[in-house]
C-alpha cells in the first residue's frame, strides 16, 4: 500500500502561509487583497464550487466580492462587469466560474481579463509566459500548480531523470501540467483520447498524473511500481451499495487497485481537489503583492 498523498493537509500549509502574507501585505502597506469572482447562471455544483472559494477568501482575510448573474445576461454585460473589476484597484483577482452559459462567448471573456488579475491562469499572456518558462512574473493555472505542489512534496523540486506522463490535453489542466514538469526537468509526454496503446504509455511514468473524466479508468496494470499518482478526476457515481438513489465521489484513477502499486497517491476527494482553491487564494495574493510593488510570497 502506497503512501496516501494529504491534499486538505497541504492545502491548510498554503493557506496558513496566504493569511500571514495576507495580514504582512496590509499592515505594510495598507493594501487589503480582493477578490471578485463571477457566477452567470444556476448550475448547482458551480454555485457549491464558487460559494466556497468566496467563503475561503473570507478566511483568507481577503476583500472577498461575488457577483451572481442571471442566466439571461448578455455578453455586453458580463464583458462590462470585467471591464470595471479591471480598473477596480481594490481587486487584484477576478474570476469568472466555467462553464458558462452556452451563448455567451467564454474565451472572449477570459481573454477580457487583464493577465495580472487572471487569477485562473487562463489568459494566453499568462499560459504563455508558462510556455516560455516565465514562471517569476506570470499567474499559474490553480489545478495544476496545486497538482504540482503534491508532486514536489514527493519527488521534490527537480524531476531530473524522472518520466512525467499527463493524461489529458485541455487548457485549464494537461497542458500547463505538462509545462510544470517539464520546468521542473521531467520528461513528459502528454497523452490523451487519440493516444494508441494508453496504457503501455501510462507504465512508462514515474509520475502519473490522470485528467480524463472518466471514472477509474487507470487500472493497476497502468501503474509503474513505485509511481507517484496524482488524479485529477471528480467523478459522480452511483453507489447503490449505500442506499438507493445514492451516489459517491471517485476519481480517474481505479483507487484501491492502483494504491498497491504506487509509492504514493492522491485520494479522491482529499487530494488535489483542496488544492485548487488554495492555489486560488495564493495566486491572489501574489497579485495583490505585485500590484502593491511588493515581493510576492512563493509556495
Ligand atoms: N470550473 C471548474 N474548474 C474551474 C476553474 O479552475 N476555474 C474556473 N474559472 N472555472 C472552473
Known amino acids: ?25 496590509e499592515k505594510e502597506t495598507g493594501v487589503k487583497t480582493g477578490l471578485a469572482v463571477v457566477i452567470v447562471g444556476d448550475d448547482p455544483a458551480s454555485h457549491t464550487y464558487v460559494n466556497s472559494k468566496s467563503k475561503m477568501a473570507k478566511e483568507c482575510g481577503f476583500n ?8 439571461e445576461t448578455t455578453q455586453g454585460e458580463l464583458a ?7 480598473e477596480d484597484p481594490s481587486i487584484h483577482g477576478i474570476l469568472v466560474q466555467l462553464p458558462l452559459p452556452k451563448d455567451l ?13 487572471d487569477v485562473d491562469g487562463l489568459h494566453v ?8 518558462g516565465d514562471l517569476a512574473t506570470g499567474l499559474i493555472s490553480c489545478t495544476p500548480a496545486g497538482a504540482m505542489l503534491l508532486v514536489r512534496s514527493i519527488n521534490g ?3 531530473s531523470g524522472l518520466n512525467a506522463v499527463v493524461i489529458g490535453r485541455s487548457n485549464l489542466f494537461g497542458k500547463p501540467m505538462a509545462q510544470l514538469l517539464l520546468h521542473a526537468n521531467a520528461t513528459v509526454a502528454m497523452a490523451h ?12 511514468a514515474d509520475i502519473l498524473v490522470a485528467a480524463v473524466g472518466r471514472p477509474e479508468m487507470v487500472k493497476a496494470d497502468w501503474i509503474k511500481p513505485g509511481a507517484t499518482v496524482i488524479d485529477v478526476g471528480i467523478n459522480r457515481i452511483a453507489a447503490p451499495e449505500r442506499g438507493e438513489g445514492k451516489s459517491r465521489l471517485v476519481g480517474d484513477v481505479a483507487y484501491a487497485e492502483a494504491s498497491d502499486l504506487a509509492a504514493a497517491i492522491t485520494p479522491v476527494p482529499g487530494g488535489v ?3 485548487t482553491i488554495a492555489m486560488l487564494m495564493a495566486n491572489t495574493v501574489v497579485a495583490a503583492h505585485r500590484a502593491a510593488g511588493r515581493q510576492p510570497p512563493t509556495f
Open 80 to 86: 462590462g462587469l470585467v471591464r470595471s473589476l479591471n
Open 125 to 132: 499572456v499568462n499560459a504563455g509566459k508558462l510556455a516560455t
Open 157 to 159: 523540486e527537480d524531476l
Open 273 to 275: 481537489g483542496p488544492m
Open 64 to 71: 472577498s466580492i461575488q457577483h451572481t448573474l442571471p442566466a
Open 193 to 204: 483520447s487519440r493516444t494508441k496503446d494508453l496504457a503501455t504509455v501510462a507504465r512508462g
Open 105 to 117: 462567448d467564454a474565451d472572449a471573456i477570459i481573454q477580457s481579463i487583464r493577465p495580472e488579475k
Open 1 to 25: 500500500m502506497g503512501k496516501v498523498i494529504d491534499g486538505k493537509q497541504v492545502a491548510a500549509s498554503v493557506i496558513d502561509a496566504v493569511k500571514t502574507a495576507t495580514s504582512a501585505l
